[in-house]
């Protein structure tokens, strides 16, 4: 049973990881995790700062606070991972912030224009 | 909204077009196949390593066998990164032809409205193309272009996954401070 269980284990995708609790993850595996709710979390933030017409540079601020928050908080809390054994979290986050603060930028833009422009 | 949106696609456009092209140069020569392959493997026992606790081989032995493996990979990418220098200078200047016609095709019009007063460093980005007495808040569609250019690159390199690993993009200083004070 132990045995069939690793092996399950094994044949997971990194998108089926994502939503389990306390696998196993290789570095590159838990980067691109990151990479892709990061672009998910700056899409969304986006969409809501722009449908509700918020404006100014504090909304750039919280989203860089939040970019860095909350992948930590889904790594250590959800994922169960030690940031520390793969490097610490820059070396998670590597560069995808900077992608992400160009989708949120895009999205707050796209949908504060259709809006409110 | 529609200009929004035409920028955008063809920011896709050329996001791809860029791809191709590194593909054609780069991506699919033998040679760079070699040496990704390599990357990977050496990453995988660099990680492996660096995971072990105690054993055989444990202390020096064991911190010999990571510097020579990390001297391996830094080889192998720098070699790598000669072979795609081609594919990057081919890339500029298609990228500097795509946003030349960017401003041909939109000079002048004000494609998106920003929801914030752009720092004075970015106007010559957000306002390139506009008239001088264009609102603060106007956006040319150069900015929206470069934007997309950045998000679809990187998302079209992390689902097609032709290029090398990332590895670590960031310099030890970024990721680990604490270690390069502590002098490791």
């Known amino acids: 049973m132990g045995v069939e269980a690793k092996q399950n284990t094994q044949k997971l995708t990194v998108w089926q990881k994502a939503f389990l609790r306390d696998e196993n993850w290789k570095k590159d595996e838990l980067r691109e995790a990151v990479f ?7 899409a969304a933030l ?9 404006r100014g540079l504090p909304c ?13 908080v889904y790594c250590t ?6 940031e520390q054994d793969y490097g610490g979290k ?3 986050l590597g560069d995808s912030v900077g992608t992400g603060a160009a989708t949120f930028v895009l999205a707050w833009v796209g949908f504060y224009t259709v809006l409110h422009g | 909204m529609s200009k929004f949106v035409s920028v955008l696609a063809f920011s896709l456009i050329a996001s791809g077009i860029s791809e191709a092209i590194s593909y054609a140069l780069v991506y699919r020569t033998d040679q760079f196949q070699h040496l990704k392959q390599k990357i990977i493997q050496n990453e995988l026992k660099l990680e492996e390593e660096k995971q072990v606790v105690g054993g055989s081989g444990s202390g020096k032995h064991r911190q010999r066998r990571i510097e020579s493996l990390e001297a391996m990979l830094s080889a192998a990418r720098s070699k790598a990164g000669g072979l795609q220098l081609r594919s990057t200078v081919m890339v500029g200047v298609m990228q500097l032809l795509f946003i030349y016609v960017v401003n041909l095709f939109f000079r002048g019009q004000i494609v998106a409205t ?8 970015f106007r010559s980005l957000t306002h390139r193309g506009l008239p001088e007495d264009s609102p603060s808040n106007a956006c040319s569609a150069t900015f929206v ?10 998302m079209l390199d992390r689902c097609l996954q032709l290029g090398l690993p990332k590895g ?11 270690d390069v004070i502590a002098g490791k």
Request: a negative charge.
């Open chain 1, 90 to 92: 820059m070396e998670i």
């Open chain 2, 145 to 154: 272009f470069v934007l997309g250019g950045l998000v679809f690159k990187s």
């Open chain 1, 77 to 82: 809390s959800f994922l169960g991972v030690d």
């Open chain 1, 46 to 54: 986006g969409l809501v700062f722009g449908v509700l017409g918020l």
């Open chain 2, 114 to 121: 920003l929801p914030f007063e752009p720092l004075s460093m």
């Open chain 1, 60 to 72: 750039l601020m919280a989203f860089f606070a939040s970019a860095i928050a909350v992948p930590s």
């Open chain 2, 168 to 178: 670590s993009s960031l310099p030890k200083w970024v990721t680990n401070p604490e």
């Open chain 1, 36 to 42: 892709w709710l990061i672009e998910a979390f700056s």
